[in-house]
């Protein structure tokens, strides 16, 4: 009997947060992510969320154990330079600039409240 091979979706990362007022200013009133869902267990209990932009989904997570704090992520993206142009709102937190990377990428780099690292990279 021939089995067949497993397929495969795309990762979801999952980045730990703690204030949840500064990430979602971050990841939707900054980045322009959308805050697509969110879950509790109870009121009092640590929240566990789903963003999205432009077909990558992220999960952020309170709880203690879920992810470590000052974690790095990479984003392919086309159009760099518009959506480096978008940013350029008033943020108080960040001005990132365009950097050419060695390796031949043009890459914008963030870093949210709990202190994850976000890298933007448009390959040349």
Same mark, same amino acid.
């Given at each position: 009997? /021939?089995?067949?091979?497993? %397929?495969?979706?795309?990762?979801?990362?999952? *980045? @730990?947060?703690?204030?949840?007022?500064?990430?979602? &200013?971050?990841?939707?009133?900054?980045?322009?992510?959308?805050?697509?869902?969110?879950?509790?267990?109870?009121?009092?209990?640590?929240?566990?969320?789903?963003?999205?932009?432009?077909?990558?989904?992220?999960?952020?997570? /309170?709880?203690?154990?879920? %992810?470590?704090?000052?974690?790095?992520?990479? *984003? @392919?993206?086309?159009?760099?330079?518009?959506?480096? &142009?978008?940013?350029?709102?008033?943020?108080?937190?960040?001005?990132?600039?365009?950097?050419?990377?060695?390796?031949?990428?043009?890459?914008?780099?963030?870093?949210?409240?709990?202190?994850?690292?976000?890298?933007?990279?448009?390959?040349?």
């Amino acid at each position: 009997m /021939q089995t067949s091979a497993p %397929a495969f979706g795309p990762a979801i990362p999952i *980045l @730990r947060m703690f204030d949840v007022p500064a990430t979602r &200013a971050f990841y939707v009133g900054y980045l322009g992510f959308s805050w697509d869902w969110e879950h509790r267990f109870a009121p009092d209990l640590p929240l566990y969320a789903g963003i999205s932009i432009g077909g990558v989904t992220v999960h952020l997570t /309170q709880h203690h154990g879920d %992810a470590t704090p000052g974690s790095a992520l990479l *984003l @392919r993206v086309q159009g760099i330079e518009g959506f480096h &142009a978008a940013l350029a709102k008033d943020y108080g937190f960040a001005r990132p600039g365009l950097e050419e990377a060695p390796w031949g990428s043009r890459i914008l780099r963030v870093t949210d409240p709990a202190g994850n690292r976000l890298t933007f990279e448009e390959p040349h």
